[in-house]
């Protein structure tokens, strides 16, 4: 789990797979990992915090498009592909 919490601490994003591969384990193995850190108030997760935009409240209701749960106000430029989730050490 040291190998995990120094990946987390360097601030870049990654997928779950691309860490199972940094780490030489599986996927699940590093959900359990994750999970276990998060339980025990290590990590947090790094949600999407919007800056608000005209169309939404929170990216929580109008101005999404078809199939997201995000609008494009809320979203960067290019949006959020090919872009790992996030955890932070606390």
């Known amino acids: 789990m040291e190998r995990l919490l120094e990946l987390l601490r360097d601030g870049h994003a990654r997928t779950l797979e691309l860490l199972a591969m940094e780490l030489d384990t599986d996927v699940e193995d590093v959900k359990r990992q994750i999970e276990y850190l998060e339980n025990m108030g290590v ?5 999407l915090k919007p800056k608000g935009c005209a169309q939404c409240s929170g990216c929580s209701g109008k ?3 078809e199939g997201s749960n995000t609008c494009k106000g809320c979203l960067p ?3 959020f592909k090919n872009m790992g989730e996030m955890w932070e050490v606390v």
């Open 77 to 79: 430029d290019g949006g």
């Open 63 to 65: 101005g999404h498009p």
């Open 43 to 47: 990590i947090k997760r790094v949600a």
